[in-house]
């Protein structure tokens, strides 16, 4: 009998990005330069793998406008312009300069309503689509900002995490054989995002499916390496599951796992926003289950595999 243990540590996971937008140029036919600014909070989880976007990282985001005299934007109508940004996450306002200057409409009655997000994949018609085959994407979206040429100071664009991250780290646990490797760690029931609806403000997801953990190579990580433990594979960025538990399929060089379950009791469902650290630790008596879960607060949970 073989024995896994689990621990699950929950961190915010820069719940909200800002960024500062300034085009630069003139004010061309009486119109006003476009000036936005953002900054982002103190990362709370720090990068594991390529794709979590943390402070210091940097991005390259969607951004488009809609104008309107009516008091709001249809987001499904076309753009007045689309264009991107490249951003470094910061803890403070930093300015950024759009690919393409834009303006605010001379017409004094007309607003310019904008969204930004990322990726910044393909927008129709209020719809935004990116690959992402492996859920290394990192979906940021900010929420509308609304100017004109007599009201453009202070617009920020606030950027929000759209989904749940996952981290994995495994350790050695008493009686280990010597030379073990982590081979597999699969998600099961995983819905990857694939994109935006500009409308709802929301991510949109793939049907659900195993997700194997990118960046785990069979036979690449030795299972005790490290007293801490060491980092396995990519962080996964999913949509938020139902309920408070993850199920998953391991395989060492040893033994495989099925259907192991974990479960966090400090949120009744995993939260859009939050970084949960799974650590899996490893040893030859059976397998017992338990979880404890640390974001701003600290909590417990358990579990087990039958």
Not at 38 to 61: D, E, H, N
Not at 150 to 166: E, I, P
Not at 222 to 232: L, Q, R, S, V, W
């Amino acid at each position: 009998m073989k024995k896994i243990l689990i621990s699950i540590l929950a961190a915010a996971a820069l719940a909200g990005c800002s960024k500062s937008e300034n085009n630069g140029g003139g004010d061309p036919a009486g119109s006003a330069a476009i000036v936005l600014s953002a900054g982002v909070p103190a990362a709370t989880v720090a990068p594991q793998g390529k794709a979590p976007i943390v402070s210091g990282s940097t991005f390259t985001a969607g951004v488009a406008g809609w104008e309107s005299r009516s008091g709001s934007a249809t987001y499904t109508d076309a753009t007045a312009w689309t264009t991107t940004a490249s951003i470094t996450a910061n803890a403070t306002a930093q300015n950024i300069t759009l690919t393409a200057t834009q303006v605010y409409s001379p017409d004094k009655d007309v607003k310019t309503y904008m969204k930004a997000w990322y990726p910044a994949g393909t927008l129709t018609f209020g719809v935004v689509t990116f690959s992402n085959a492996d859920g290394t994407a990192d979906p940021l979206l900010a929420a509308e900002v609304v100017g004109s040429k007599s009201d453009r100071t202070g617009k920020t664009l606030s950027f929000a995490h759209k989904t749940t991250q996952l981290k994995f780290v495994v350790k050695e646990g008493q009686g280990l054989s010597a030379g073990t490797t982590i081979d597999k760690i699969a998600v099961k029931g995983a819905q990857l995002p694939t994109g935006f609806d500009l409308s709802t403000d929301a991510a949109t997801f793939a049907a659900a499916a195993d997700l194997n953990v990118p960046g785990i190579t069979a036979g690449a990580i030795t299972i005790g390496t490290t007293e801490a433990g060491d980092a396995a594979g990519d962080p996964v960025m999913i949509k938020p599951m139902t309920g408070n538990r993850i199920t998953l399929d391991i395989a060492t060089n040893k033994a495989a796992y099925e259907d192991v379950t974990a479960t966090i009791d400090t949120d009744e469902h995993f939260v859009e926003g939050k970084a949960y650290t799974i650590t899996l630790t490893f040893g030859q008596a059976g397998i017992d289950l338990s979880a404890t879960v640390a974001e701003w607060t600290t909590g417990t949970g358990s579990g087990s595999v039958e």
